[in-house]
């Protein structure tokens, strides 16, 4: 999310004086263009839930995003230059502005997940959701300054310049770091992917060891009372959307895949769950 969002604000820092040297744009335009930018990522996010709604893994859905960052980057570095043409700005920045909704919910998905599976951080999901859009924030009072000294061209290099270019080379961080993510994001889904199988294998596997009946367990952080409570619990989502909608996240109007998993598989361990050794005697009698 520090990535993305560090990306993102080369558009909002870098358009207006930009396109006002290329183009002679003043604030209409500017506005016109960043309004537009927001009923794409809309129509982005409802076309991201119905990739959910068919069960597409979020390795898969962030590398979409990844790349439409990288291709909407470069295109900017080399398109954005004094005399271009209107589409030589507003083409670039629909591509990289579209991958945003792919990549925001899907990477909270994961590092939800992964949390998840960290027994100390067990009952620390809210904290750690907040360092996370802690470092997602700092990109966005970091980089405009990044931007406005060393990305942005001043108007008497453009002069001298035979490109005649509105971005300094540094421009190209917004294509290039993507391809980073994108790399980790691979390594890692080749990590669970191989966790995944060895888990597999293993659960097939017998010996003189192993039980005749298998015992009760449940996967992932311990069943207890306290943690269906913190997941399933209203008033804990109430303040988990709260707190995303106060950090500028954007929150989907529908559950991804892996979230509605998971609380299928909750519910249908509340109904296994035996219920009785946690009744008060005196509500029994």
Not at 51 to 73: E, F, N, P, Q, Y
Not at 215 to 223: I, K, L, S, T
Request: hydrophobic share 45%; proline share 4%; with cysteine.
């Amino acid at each position: 999310l520090f990535v993305f969002n560090s990306a993102f604000q080369l558009i909002e820092t870098g358009l207006a004086p930009a396109a006002n040297d290329a183009l002679g744009w003043g604030p209409v335009e500017t506005s016109a263009i960043l309004g537009g930018m927001s009923v794409l990522m809309v129509g982005c996010m409802i076309l991201v839930m119905v990739l959910s709604s068919k069960r597409v893994k979020d390795t898969i859905i962030m590398g979409i995003g990844c790349m439409c960052w990288t291709v909407g980057g470069t295109m900017m570095f080399f398109l954005w230059r004094r005399g271009a043409k209107p589409w030589h700005f507003v083409v670039p920045m629909i591509i990289a502005v579209a991958g945003f909704p792919f990549i925001a919910p899907s990477n909270r998905s994961k590092f939800t997940k992964a949390v998840d599976r960290i027994p100390l951080l067990d009952g620390k999901q809210g904290m750690m959701q907040a360092v996370l859009s802690m470092f997602a924030s700092v990109a966005g009072f970091a980089t405009p300054g990044f931007v406005a000294a060393y990305v942005l061209r001043h108007p008497e290099e453009i002069d001298g310049s035979s490109n005649q270019r509105e971005l300094n080379a540094s421009a190209l961080y917004v294509a290039i770091l993507p391809v980073f993510v994108l790399i980790g994001i691979f390594f890692l889904d080749r990590r669970e992917t191989k966790q995944r199988l060895e888990k597999e294998e293993s659960l097939g596997v017998t010996d003189e060891a192993t039980q005749l009946l298998a015992g009760r367990h449940h996967e992932g952080r311990g069943f207890t009372v306290v943690a269906m409570q913190q997941d399933m619990d209203i008033r804990t989502e109430m303040a988990r959307r709260a707190s995303l909608q106060v950090a500028g996240t954007g929150i989907p109007l529908m559950m991804v895949a892996s979230e509605r998993e998971r609380q299928d598989k909750l519910h249908a361990q509340m109904k296994e769950f035996d219920w009785s050794e946690f009744v008060d005697e005196d509500e029994e009698s």
